[in-house]
């Protein structure tokens, strides 16, 4: 299977520009949409990683379902730091997979060869992104019920630090105790993150971790030299 990853696009209302009206959101989610259609090999499904929205405003959600709907592949989401996560669990009525009025926007996907997992890394309010003890404890109890398959988890916040300081702060706060839950579960093969607006890869404890590049605009390449990669 072929999965294509879209994340942090951005979406104003229809007609406005994005980052002080110099950035068409909507245009670029256009343009991704059509060369997902296009690709070939066939993409089986695409998974946007978080940020749907700049504000969380409805208006936001209606526009981006809007372009979506052109989408000809099966799509989930899982919301960002940008997002309103209330609205967006309650907004995409087809998206049965999604927890409505819940705390937070976690599930499973069991449908395909491997298991699926979004996972809500998002804090109100805040840009950085934390997993709390309630939802390590979610974390731990499905990646124990759902063991027979390989997974694959989807993130907004990546758990390791790129070197861009500017993002690097508002990444996952508490990743070492997820890690630490992880050890316990080798059938996790894969983590896939947004946020940094960079595409970057990494391998902790055996697990491939990565960044895709944003379907928006990119953050500039501000590596710290006297940091770690």
């Not at 980052?19 to 993409?43: A, M």
């Not at 089986?44 to 929205?53: A, K, Q, R």
Request: proline share 6%; aromatic share 10%; with cysteine.
């Amino acid at each position: 299977m072929l999965i294509a990853q879209i994340t942090d696009t951005h979406i104003k209302p229809r007609g406005r520009l994005a980052y002080g009206n110099v950035l068409d959101s909507s245009s670029c989610l256009k343009n991704v949409v059509k060369h997902c259609n296009e690709f070939n090999p066939t993409i089986d499904l695409v998974f946007v990683t978080g940020d749907l929205t700049d504000s969380g405003q409805l208006e936001e959600y209606e526009e981006f379902n809007k372009i979506l709907r052109d989408l000809k592949i099966p799509w989930f989401v899982i919301p960002g730091n940008h997002d309103n996560k209330q609205i967006l669990m309650n907004f995409f009525d087809e998206h049965e997979y999604l927890p409505r009025n819940e705390k937070f926007c976690n599930y499973v996907i069991d449908k395909y060869p491997f298991v699926l997992i979004g996972l809500d890394t998002t804090v109100s309010g805040e840009n950085y992104g934390e997993f709390c003890n309630e939802r390590l404890r979610w974390l731990d109890i499905n990646l124990k019920r759902y063991s027979s398959k390989p997974t694959l988890l989807f993130m907004h916040h990546p758990p390791f630090v790129t070197g861009i300081d500017g993002m690097d702060n508002q990444n996952l706060k508490n990743s070492s105790r997820f890690f630490e839950i992880l050890r316990s579960y080798p059938q996790v093969k894969h983590i896939a993150c947004g946020h940094v607006h960079r595409a970057t890869e990494t391998v902790i404890d055996g697990v491939g971790i990565s960044i895709a590049p944003n379907g928006a605009h990119s953050v500039h390449l501000d590596i710290n030299s006297k940091k770690p990669p």
